[in-house]
């Protein structure tokens, strides 16, 4: 859900720093850093490395390395297994077979009881695993042989083989100790093209080239990630010249694009955005009030002119770019306030004298809640606001904290963000199966549908290709109806880059793609002139 430095500090830097409030000890020197660094700028920064307790779990991690990877395409391609695994004819059992001669960045050798261990720690109930749901298919992991891994499913599971982009840590890290407290969440070894030299918390974390990387010497002799929440300062600072590529908004992104030294890149994504409306607030629980919405707001505008055309309207969880989209479920870009006026009068909200609707003592009046340090939410939240009024609903946007608004969800509406491009499975099943509601981020407005529950679960369940396209046809038609979410825009992620950096491949992109699964999936490749 989403929470370096220079070439060299000149001047104007430097004063950009201050007024930031930041030391100047922040920005390592060129000497620092060694030559061909580069550094790289994002908003949100991990609460671990260790990818068991899910740090790049979809690959892309710098540090790590899954059984297989994607490519630019994101097709699965071979990583630390020599070939895509196996899956045996009725799909509960995957064999696997390591490379030979892959080191972990201490020098160790990866054998398979490390994936053994990696598995099996996912699986424990006493580790703090937020991908244990995601395994649930998952009996057994074992090591036949140093260099062979068997996975035993309890049921077919069709997209199985993309939970082997895991990130695979060392078993021996770990003997006798918590994998919940354990160093090694801060201080990782991978067998990754980086190994970790470094990790200020809030500002940046330092990666060193891997000499003996399986997959051939990084092209770059490291990378700094600096982790500044603020978009306006992450802004400020790649025009002072501090950062080689950042992530930006999209607005603030396109005020680059006639800046010379600087191109914008505009990645396409399956990440959305909309608002989550809780089940047990008495207005957003009403399903005429959340169609209303759904009606009202005006998604052509917000792609325009919060995102400056950087988007595409969004209905629903899956991408119109997946071969799983649904493309009955898509309405109007534009706000239909007929439609809207229609639902409410039908359901009895009429028009209060203050020209907030109004059923009983009730009035058509509700929170919305966003990240505050997140001004591409905060300018949706604005806009949802505006919609909802023409049409006699009162939502108070209100920024804050993410400590802040976690215990609220269950109440009041958030913007929020997901998506993935890999698998419809992925994400969805937890974000909308009642066995979910109520779990954190997981379904936190608790909403409830035997029909989707159904349709999701017949997904995951069925190998045979247009089985699951029915399934999931069937889950975007049920959403549609029920309106627990008002889908508002797909995002294309923007990303401001030095002209003096060559090698950046962009890839359709998800929803996380802080430090893992950004534009820099394959800074390894990437080089910079001096």
Not at 195 to 218: D, H
Request: charged share 20%; net charge neutral.
């Amino acid at each position: 859900m989403g929470k370096p430095l220079s070439t060299r500090v000149t001047a104007l830097a430097a004063a950009v720093l201050v007024a930031a409030g930041c030391s100047s000890s922040a920005t390592p020197t060129d000497a620092a850093r060694g030559a061909g660094t580069l550094v790289v700028a994002t908003s949100g920064e991990p609460d671990t490395l260790n990818p068991v307790l899910n740090y790049g779990v979809d690959g892309g991690s710098l540090i790590f390395d899954g059984l297989v990877a994607r490519d630019a395409r994101n097709q699965l391609v071979p990583a630390l297994a020599r070939e895509v695994p196996t899956v045996s004819a009725d799909g509960k059992t995957v064999t696997a077979k390591l490379r030979d001669g892959v080191l972990f960045h201490d020098g160790s050798p990866l054998t398979a009881q490390d994936v053994v261990f990696t598995y099996r720690a996912v699986l424990d109930p006493k580790v703090d695993s937020t991908l244990r749901s995601d395994l649930d298919m998952l009996a057994s992991v074992a090591a036949p042989d140093p260099s062979t891994v068997v996975f035993t499913l309890k049921y077919a599971y069709a997209p199985f083989l993309q939970r082997l982009a895991l990130g695979i840590v060392p078993a021996k890290a770990f003997a006798g100790k918590d994998v919940n407290t354990a160093e090694f969440n801060r201080k990782p070894v991978g067998t990754g093209p980086y190994r970790v030299t470094s990790w200020t918390p809030g500002e940046r974390l330092v990666l060193a080239a891997n000499e003996k990387y399986w997959g051939g010497k990084p092209a770059n002799s490291g990378v700094v990630v600096a982790f500044v929440a603020d978009d306006n300062v992450r802004a400020q600072r790649m025009r002072a010249g501090e950062f080689d590529a950042a992530e930006l908004a999209p607005k603030l992104a396109a005020g680059f694009d006639k800046q010379g030294g600087y191109r914008v890149q505009r990645v396409p994504t399956a990440d959305y955005r909309g608002v989550m409306l809780p089940m047990g607030n008495p207005v957003t629980g009403d399903v005429a009030v959340r169609r209303a919405l759904n009606a009202a707001v005006d998604r052509q505008a917000m792609v325009t002119g919060v995102l400056g055309g950087a988007g595409e309207p969004a209905f629903g969880p899956v991408p119109p770019s997946s071969e799983f989209a649904e493309p009955s479920i898509a309405g109007n870009a534009v706000a239909d306030l007929a439609a809207a006026t229609a639902a409410l009068d039908a359901a009895g909200w009429k028009p209060g004298p203050d020209g907030v609707r109004v059923k009983g003592s009730r009035q058509a009046a509700f929170t919305l809640m966003y990240p505050a340090t997140d001004s591409l939410r905060k300018e949706l939240a604005l806009a949802v606001t505006a919609d909802a009024k023409k049409v006699g609903i009162k939502v108070t946007p209100e920024g804050l904290t993410w400590d802040a608004m976690t215990p609220r969800m269950k109440t009041d509406a958030l913007v929020m963000g997901y998506g993935t491009p890999y698998d419809p499975d992925f994400v969805s099943y937890k974000l909308f199966r009642s066995e979910f509601a109520g779990q954190g981020f997981f379904n936190p407005g608790s909403y409830k549908s035997p029909i989707t529950d159904a349709a999701l679960q017949a997904g995951r369940d069925d190998a045979d290709l247009a089985a699951r396209k029915a399934a999931y046809a069937t889950f975007q038609k049920q959403l549609a109806a029920d309106v627990p979410w008002v889908f508002l825009t797909y995002l294309q992620h923007t990303y401001v880059v030095k002209d003096t950096v060559a090698g950046v491949t962009p890839r359709v992109e998800p929803h996380e793609h802080d430090v893992a699964n950004s534009l820099w999936w394959n800074v390894h490749t990437w080089t910079k002139k001096p």
